[in-house]
């Protein structure tokens, strides 16, 4: 008996983890852009990508979604949805200026952050945001209060930061962090800063947390993990670090099948997927059919969590095309 299983082949398979693809917020800012093309018709501008993910932006532009880098390259008049990674103020007074129709998509999730970003800076605190250099959701939570808020992008920025008063400080974060990294982060200020105080409750969203403690539950026991997503997504570059961080063997990120390398698969008997929260299924299920095809047919469902989470879309779609240009009502969000 033992001489069979010494000599046995492990079995391949699949240990695809669950909650993985689209959050709540995501499925909301891609509904919005179909709805606004739908109900206003063609073309309508979105700026920059509406969720940071290849396939999606280049589904929703074939369905007459223009996108551009800034509102500046829009014509007067027309209908623009912003991200959802939200926008700075300056943003909206931009638009409003140029006589835009702007329809907000920013997740309510981010939008929670700028209000606490706004009352910490009215109570006169100085607001360290952890968050990474350059982001688009950084960019508009800083914008939020910018002669207030530092970004303090690690644990390494720490001892950089000069505030004003060492009593009034407060932190806040990207929602797409890795929980542990912002937590050492966190605790580094707290050293330097002791009357530290933070968000009433944690600004690292539920999917993100979700998305990651699937990971954690996989990981241990992969050869190799896939992650699908797009290497401008914060959320799914965060997993593939959680991965190799609770000892996957390796962890790759790809935009969909066509990027994973087949010497990857040498050795390997288990192979971990997921994808990051702006991915769809049919990413997912067709690295799950290139894999079927190597001989990973068995797929074993490991669920960390149930999600229900859901957002109403804007209200700005409940508007006419002229009742969205009037400027009393074009900037709400
Ligand atoms: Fe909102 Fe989180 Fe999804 Fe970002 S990842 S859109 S914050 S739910």
């Known amino acids: ?49 509406i969720v940071h993910n290849t396939y999606v932006v280049r589904t929703l532009q074939l369905k007459g979604a223009v996108f551009v880098d800034e509102l500046s390259e829009v014509p007067e008049g027309s209908i623009v949805v912003l991200s959802a990674h939200g926008v700075a103020p300056a943003v909206h007074g931009e638009a409003k200026d140029r006589r835009l129709a702007t329809i907000d998509a920013t997740c309510p999730l981010v939008t929670k952050v700028h209000r606490e970003a706004v009352r910490f800076a009215e109570d006169s605190y100085d607001i360290l945001l952890i968050g990474h250099q350059g982001h688009e959701e950084v960019l508009g939570t800083l914008g939020q209060a910018p002669e207030r808020t530092h970004l303090v992008d690690g644990p390494g920025d720490v001892l950089d930061v000069q505030v004003r008063d060492e009593n009034r400080v407060a932190w ?49 026991r992969c050869d190799l993990l896939i992650v699908v997503g797009s290497s401008n997504s914060s959320n799914s570059v965060r997993l593939v670090e959680v991965a190799l961080d609770y000892r996957a063997r390796a962890a790759h990120l790809v935009d969909s099948a066509e990027g994973i390398d087949e010497a990857w698969l040498q050795d390997v008997f288990t192979v971990g997927v997921t994808s990051g929260a702006s991915v769809p299924d049919v990413l997912v299920d ?10 990973f047919a068995d797929v074993e469902i490991v669920r960390s969590a149930v999600e229900t989470q859901l957002f109403a879309l804007p209200r700005e779609l409940a508007r006419s095309r002229d009742e969205l240009l009037e400027p009393d009502q074009s900037n709400e969000c």
Do not use: H
């Not at 919005?32 to 979105?46: D, F, I, N, R, S």
């Not at 929980?179 to 605790?187: I, L």
């Open 1 to 49: 008996m033992d001489a069979l299983l010494e000599g046995a082949i492990p079995q391949r398979r699949v240990l695809l983890a669950a909650p993985r693809g689209f959050c709540a917020g995501v499925d909301r800012a891609v509904n919005t852009v179909e709805k606004a093309l739908e109900q206003y018709g063609a073309p309508v501008y979105v700026r920059r990508q």
């Open 172 to 220: 806040l974060s990207q929602t797409t962090l890795s929980a542990e990294e912002t937590a050492a982060t966190v605790e580094r200020l707290r050293e330097r800063f002791p009357a530290l105080v933070g968000p009433p409750s944690d600004d690292i969203c539920y999917a993100t947390q979700n998305r990651q403690e699937a990971v954690k539950k996989i990981a241990p």
């Open 286 to 295: 067709a690295v799950l059919s290139w894999l079927a095809t190597r001989g």
